[in-house]
């Protein structure tokens, strides 16, 4: 039997996996046409599992494409010589694992190549691709780097400076031919100079939530292995809890599924529900932990974060103020329909007000009994129950 996933990228083999198929469709065609793609979002928004799935679709369907995937995650504060010198190991690794995995051997020259080779600079790394292309030829390299914010700051430039030799070579198939870079932060955010990128805002992938649609087709998954059916009205709200955040849909379906031991043949109904719910609003995990970790970051959040739950004020969501920005990669806030700022869903409002209740004292109880027709804060109460009577009227 699969499961819901919360650790980690999931796989269709072991999970239930909404598959994304527009946009890894659009995925594969930017790389068909070599270009240099930026996916960003916040952590636990299925980034990892996107290009994954993405470059298994590709292998499939297009076995002229060779597929390196590289993680800068620990690299923050690493020196550039050290930085280049484990990318290369990871890549020579990379080459032989694909190999491997395609049941062929490494011809001796490249085994050699491979062997005999050093990267500690931006020219090493250049020199590495160009003899590589020729080794490789005629299939098209694709280079995926996630976790891209994880980069040395000190070799962020240099690189982006050889990847854009790279891009505007003559040669008829660059080494990478494309390349995509992961990462919580958007080009613009990091901290180089922008003339010098070869990525294009316009291939900037901003991975969304999950639609209602997506989420219906996620437990759908689980009902249709199982048989155990969802109340349609469980769906609805769950997907409105959570805002479609993947790890936080998956994180309910988990308990629902796993955890709160109902029987298979029980329908999951409002009850279950509202009973996963009350746990996920006071337990611990990565998610909640990584939310107040974040808003804790910067005492001006704190201010900003209570404008925007306040009744009395709104704040137009203008990514140019720094602040909200922040907490838009954070996937804190989002754009409401009437672009102002909204809490990205009603369990991060309730966590945030919990995070800074000291100081906002009786507040809370205000912010949930009045109905502002925005959805959710009126059938949330203080305690964090649902009220169950008109659950699901607006
Ligand atoms: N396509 C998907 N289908 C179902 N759940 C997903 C999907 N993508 C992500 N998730 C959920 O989000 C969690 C984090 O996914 P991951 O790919 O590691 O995200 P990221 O790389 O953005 O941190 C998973 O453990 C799972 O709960
Ligand atoms: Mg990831």
């Keep these: 039997m699969r499961t819901f996933e919360t650790r980690g990228p999931v796989t269709p083999e072991k999970n239930y996996v909404v598959r994304r198929q527009a946009e890894l469709a659009d995925f594969i065609c930017r790389v068909k046409e070599g270009r240099y793609i930026v996916i960003f979002a916040p952590r636990q928004t299925g980034k990892t599992t996107f290009f994954r799935a993405a470059l298994q679709t590709l292998a499939v369907e297009e076995p002229t494409y060779f597929p390196i995937e590289l993680n ?23 080459i032989e694992g694909v190999f491997h995995q395609r049941g062929q051997t490494l011809s ?33 390299v694709v ?9 040395p700051a000190t070799a962020v430039s240099d690189f982006l400076y050889a990847l854009r030799d790279i891009y505007h070579s003559k040669a008829t198939t660059p080494c990478p031919y494309s390349i995509g870079i992961v990462g919580v932060k958007n080009i613009t ?30 437990l759908g998954q689980y009902t249709d292995e199982v048989g155990q059916t969802f109340d ?37 109904a409002m009850p279950h529900f ?35 739950t306040s009744y009395d004020e709104s704040v137009s969501f203008n990514l140019d103020d720094d602040i909200l920005s922040e907490l838009a990669t954070y996937g804190v806030i989002a754009k409401g329909t009437d672009g102002m700022c909204e809490i990205a869903n009603p369990i991060y409002l309730y966590r945030i007000l919990q995070t800074f209740q000291p100081l906002i004292n009786g507040l809370e109880e205000e912010y949930y009994s009045q109905d502002t027709g925005s959805g959710y804060r009126d059938y949330l109460t203080p305690a964090g129950q649902i009220r169950m009577a008109g659950l699901l009227d607006n």
């Design 143 to 151: 280079l995926i780097i996630d976790e891209f914010d994880g980069m």
């Design 108 to 140: 001796d020259t490249l085994n050699q190549f491979l062997r005999n080779g050093s990267m500690h600079d931006h020219l090493s790394l250049l020199d590495f691709f160009e003899q590589l292309a020729g080794f490789l030829a005629p299939q098209r």
């Design 232 to 268: 349609p009205d469980v769906i609805a709200l769950l997907h409105r809890q959570t805002g479609g955040q993947p790890f936080l849909v998956n994180r309910l379906a988990q308990m629902l599924t796993e955890d709160m031991d109902i029987p298979k043949a029980e329908t999951i």
């Design 189 to 218: 955010q990091l901290n180089y100079d922008r003339s010098i990128s070869p990525f294009n805002v316009q291939d900037e992938f901003a991975l969304p939530n999950f639609t209602l649609e997506q989420v219906q087709e996620l």
């Design 274 to 308: 509202a009973a996963a719910h009350r746990q996920l609003l006071e337990e611990r995990n990565v998610n909640i932990t990584h939310l107040t970790t974040n808003i804790r970051r910067d005492p001006r959040f704190q201010r900003r974060l209570m404008q925007i």
């Design 72 to 94: 800068f995650q620990v690299y923050k504060n690493v020196a550039p010589n050290a930085f280049y010198g484990r990318v290369y190991r990871k890549i020579r690794q990379e």
